[in-house]
């Protein structure tokens, strides 16, 4: 879990969101649901994301545009106690594009909608972890802005070599992962001709049930991987560290 500090540094004002797009277009309404540009915090938060995770390290050459929708169906959910869906993401669209692109030099190529409802009832029922939460947020809704990823079956005499040429594009060098020959499988990020990466929208790394979790456990290699990570921290949550 993020430190105390690394978050205020995600959290950290700034002059320019140059990957977060903030074109100056009026809010839209139709009376039940409200859309707009982000603020200038939220989009503070993105920025830093990309900047300094390293995992969205691919984001630096990308146009987002941020967005912030709130509706009166979704308060009355969350008043009787129901799931929202409070972000989301997705490739810019032409319409997208079109409104990024005013006022931009660059237009988007991808559209994070966060829920402006949910993120008010984050404040007012969790004020301790407003920020917490909502960069949290903002980096799970980045995560599905990815790139192309290829993957290469390379000799393990090789491997070292290999993975140093793949620089910053180099993923993951997946050792239980063997083909006919003994060669390890290395994923890694694609480029075009021209030496871009080509956008794609990525899924969640771990898609279960908590039933199968709990009858057999980590039978997954990503899910194994998810467990690893929170027991590193004993496994809490933000709620669990609030009231300890």
């Not at 032409?94 to 909608?113: H, T």
Request: glycine share 6%; proline share 3%.
């Amino acid at each position: 879990m993020l430190t105390d500090e690394e978050l205020k540094k995600l959290c950290k004002k700034r002059a320019a969101t140059p990957n977060v797009l903030g074109p100056e277009v009026p809010p839209w309404s139709d009376g039940k649901k409200t859309l707009a540009v982000a603020a200038e915090s939220l989009r503070a938060i993105a920025q830093n994301c990309i900047e300094q995770i390293h995992e969205h390290r691919h984001l630096k050459t990308a146009r987002i545009l941020l967005l912030v929708e709130a509706s009166e169906a979704a308060a009355k959910k969350l008043d009787q106690g129901e799931r929202i869906v409070a972000g989301k993401a997705g490739k810019a669209t032409p319409r997208d594009k079109l409104l990024s692109g005013q006022g931009q030099k660059e237009r988007a190529d991808f559209v994070v909608k966060l829920s402006g409802t949910y993120l008010e009832r984050v404040a007012e029922e969790h004020p301790d972890q407003t920020d917490r939460m909502t960069a949290a947020l903002i980096d799970h809704e980045l995560l599905h802005c990815g790139a192309k990823i290829a993957g290469k079956f390379v000799d393990p005499e090789e491997l070292e070599l290999f993975v140093q040429n793949r620089g910053d594009d180099w993923l993951e060098t997946c050792r239980d992962v063997e083909d006919e020959e003994g060669k390890i499988l290395v994923r890694f990020y694609a480029r075009d001709k021209e030496g871009s990466f080509v956008w794609k929208m990525r899924r969640h790394d771990v898609e279960e049930f908590e039933g199968v979790a709990a009858r057999h456990g980590a039978w997954d290699r990503h899910l194994g991987r998810l467990i690893d990570e929170l027991e590193k921290d004993e496994g809490k949550t933000l709620f669990d560290k609030q009231s300890a």
